[in-house]
């Protein structure tokens, strides 16, 4: 969970990052101003999860791609880059027309100030990056969450779900070594680094951690998602329900297990479909 950490360090500093750089070099259009487009984000996370449960990862499993939580947090970090490195280019551009006088964003003044409403961006070029944000969230945390509960023995799960929950400490942590260097003259290589180096640990954690085993890889008989069941059915009868259901939407592979690694969910609905 600890190289998660980048993840939520990035996520919490888009706000204040981009605050900054909205008021008042960008331009404030109809009805959205600097603080509401923040409320995107929340807004690109309540549409996202029903478009990836229900339409993005069962078309995945539909079409036998093995994507496992693995794979999905490597994405949310690798979306979660995405957007800051999109932060740092809209930074560039705005550098491009003025400078900051001081280190404080308010300071911000145009090279040509007589036509300044020519040259400036939209506020709405900001929701490209907190739609980014909200849906590197819905594919990354929800993933570490259901890594943390899935994989993990009953009379431990909240105890590594606490570890799963501290990655936002451990953000909270790499901003406050951060942020006192940061000053808006050189917030444009903070956001094209932190954006890259989020990018690049995407991959890394595919390259490090896919073949990592968890215990319900171990012992799957224990580690079920709906539990309860697969212990009142004394145990592999409950797997074999699981096993039955996942080779009649057609399982790759020897371990049919492996395709509701998708997440809970979906073994909860296995078990359901055979009762």
């Known amino acids: 969970f600890i190289p998660f950490s980048l ?3 990035c996520n919490s500093q888009m706000y204040s990052w981009g605050y900054n750089q909205c008021d008042p070099a960008l331009r404030i259009a109809g009805w959205m101003d600097c603080n509401q487009m923040q409320n995107t984000n929340p807004f690109f996370i309540l549409i996202s999860i029903p478009i990836l449960d229900f339409i993005v990862y069962p078309f995945f499993i539909r079409m036998r791609w093995h994507i496992t939580h693995v794979h999905k947090i490597g994405m949310g970090m690798i979306i979660m880059g995405l957007a800051l490195v999109i932060m740092g280019g809209i930074q560039t551009y705005i550098n ?9 964003s ?5 090279n040509n100030p007589a036509n300044y409403k020519e040259e400036q961006l939209s506020v709405y070029w900001q929701l490209i990056i907190f739609g980014l944000s909200g849906i590197a969230e819905v594919v990354g945390n929800i993933a570490v969450l259901e890594l943390a509960y899935v994989g993990s023995p009953p009379s431990m799960k909240s105890l590594v779900m606490a570890f799963a929950l501290m990655t936002t400490c451990g953000g909270a942590i790499i901003g406050f070594i951060v942020n006192p260097f940061f000053t808006m003259s050189n917030a444009v290589y903070y956001m094209y680094i932190s954006g890259g180096v989020c990018m690049l640990f995407g991959p890394g954690m595919w390259w490090v951690f896919g073949k990592m ?3 319900r890889d171990l012992m799957p008989e224990l580690f079920e998602a709906n539990i309860t069941d697969v212990a009142k059915t004394g145990g592999n009868k409950g797997i074999e329900a699981v096993e039955s259901s996942i080779n009649s939407m057609g399982s790759i592979g020897s371990n049919p297990l492996a395709q509701i690694e998708m997440g809970s969910k979906h073994a909860m609905d296995a078990i359901q479909e055979t009762k």
Request: aromatic letters at 36%.
């Open 7 to 9: 993840f939520f360090f």
């Open 106 to 110: 308010s300071s911000y003044v145009y």
């Open 96 to 104: 491009s027309k003025g400078y900051y006088k001081t280190d404080d």
């Open 213 to 215: 085993k968890t215990g």
